[in-house]
């Protein structure tokens, strides 16, 4: 168990544990004074965040991963830790704005033929899983572009970016009961259309 700290009578802290990370919010503090600490938000979310927008916009995710975290850097002062201390839902919030200023991109890259057919009986049964593979396949590619861009975003954030219900709402500022509705749509959408492509 850490020990404790008192700050003020009745009030105390956990000291961190040694060689314990820091949370994200007490990184983006410090990185208004010491900007190369933001690098530390980079080493910890980038993987999730390529992944997400990879799964929207395919080969393109490099150059977008990288305005996301510049613009990221760029707004710092504007993370509202009041809204939760992981600046995953905030960087997943900033991609999908980029994903979504490259709207003509992602529709290209949902139409696209790719080179390699995967064979449906060699992925996963669950929609889910086959998400995190590196290359979406055609018709899982098909089956998203069925889906509404917005229910797309949400669908995604949930499954590519790894948030919880809560952390979608936060990222796209509505509520969980609209996430919730969002990925019933979208899970019923796909399971319909993958069913009939297998």
């Known amino acids: 168990m850490s020990p404790t700290r008192s700050l003020t009578p009745g009030h ?3 000291s961190p544990d040694v060689g314990a990370r820091p949370d994200d919010a007490v990184v983006v ?3 208004l004074v010491e900007p190369e ?4 938000l980079f080493e910890c979310h980038q993987l999730v965040v390529h992944r997400y927008v990879r799964s929207r916009l395919g080969a393109l995710a490099d ?15 504007r993370f509202d830790p009041e809204r939760g201390t992981s600046a995953l839902p905030w960087l997943l919030g900033i991609a999908t704005n980029m994903v979504d200023r490259r709207r003509d991109v992602e ?6 033929s790719p080179d390699d ?14 998400l995190t593979t590196e290359q979406l396949s055609p018709w899982l590619r098909a ?6 861009r917005r229910d797309r975003a949400t669908f995604l954030l949930h499954v590519a970016g790894d948030l919880s219900i809560d952390e979608v ?17 979208a899970r019923r959408i796909l399971a319909a259309h993958l069913e009939v492509h297998r």
């Open 12 to 14: 105390s802290i956990q």
């Open 29 to 31: 503090a410090a990185s």
């Open 37 to 40: 600490r933001f690098g530390e």
């Open 63 to 77: 150059d977008v991963v990288g305005d996301t975290f510049a613009e990221a850097f760029r707004c710092r002062d």
């Open 107 to 112: 529709r290209r890259w949902l139409r696209r």
């Open 117 to 130: 057919a995967v064979d449906a009986g060699d992925v996963a049964d669950d929609a889910d899983e086959r």
């Open 143 to 148: 089956a998203l572009k069925q889906l509404r």
């Open 169 to 185: 709402a936060t990222t796209l500022d509505i509520a969980p009961g609209t996430v919730k509705s969002r990925l019933h749509r």
